[in-house]
């Protein structure tokens, strides 16, 4: 019986490790749709924190983890507000304002 306890529960943090992993990783690439999941995820990235901590390690080999998913959004962003910027510029009919990058 003592056995079996021990390797269930060396099955657990090896399933809890996994998961975290894979929502962790995830997390490098896109923000999560839905909060309230990864809030009952919490408690299994709790016990699997081994699996993050290997995520985060060999994600910061190729870049810091997380640095391209802002760096899309923050593009993403940057070329909305040009976009809008450019549409009053054009509907205020103030040439100037192009020229010096005033609104």
Do not use: K, N
């Amino acid at each position: 019986m003592g056995f079996f306890v021990h390797a269930l529960v060396v099955v657990v943090f090896a399933v809890c490790g996994a998961i975290a992993f894979q929502s962790t990783w995830d997390g490098f690439r896109r923000r999560p749709a839905d909060p309230v999941r990864e809030e009952a995820l919490r408690g299994v990235r709790t016990v699997g924190f081994i699996g993050s901590l290997l995520a985060y390690f060999l994600r910061s080999l190729t870049e810091a983890p997380g640095e391209g998913l802002r760096r899309r959004e923050y593009a993403t962003a940057l070329t909305r507000h040009e976009r809008r910027r450019g549409h009053r510029v054009a509907a205020t009919g103030r040439p100037d304002a192009e020229r010096h990058g005033r609104v």
